[in-house]
Nanobody
Framework: QVHLVESGGGLVQAGGSLRLSCAASGRTFSSYAVGWFRQAPGKEREFVTATSGSGGRTYYADSVKGRFTISRDNAQNMVYLQMNSLKPEDTAVYFC??????????????WGQGTQVTVSS
């Protein structure tokens, strides 16, 4: 069982940066891949980025490549999403999720409650 809590969301102007954090419970956190997803109003939840348990493999959606960076600190049971050059279209609720298998689909076993990111133009 993995419990996830996101933080770090907020309001930022276009071109600005935010860093989201995902705190995880569980002694075997390093065994789990972690992904970030987002959901804008009226839209489906979409994949943003994911990393393997060791952090050695990462995937990014084309829309965030070069702007967002995922990282993890397994000693602290933390995963981060550094978001730079933010655009209004990045506005969404951001969720972190954990799964045994690394995937870009929404089939993650464990989900956090989400944190709101709003980018003003």
């Amino acid at each position: 069982q993995v419990h996830l809590v996101e933080s770090g969301g907020g309001l930022v102007q276009a071109g600005g940066s935010l860093r989201l954090s995902c705190a995880a419970s569980g002694r075997t956190f390093s065994s789990y891949a972690v992904g970030w997803f987002r959901q804008a109003p009226g839209k489906e939840r979409e994949f943003v980025t994911a990393t393997s348990g060791s952090g050695g493999r990462t995937y990014y959606a084309d829309s965030v490549k070069g702007r967002f960076t995922i990282s993890r600190d397994n000693a602290q049971n933390m995963v981060y999403l550094q978001m730079n050059s933010l655009k209004p279209e990045d506005t969404a609720v951001y969720f972190c999720a954990a799964n045994i298998l690394l995937t870009t689909t929404r089939t993650y076993s464990y989900w956090g409650q989400g944190t709101q990111v709003t980018v003003s133009s």
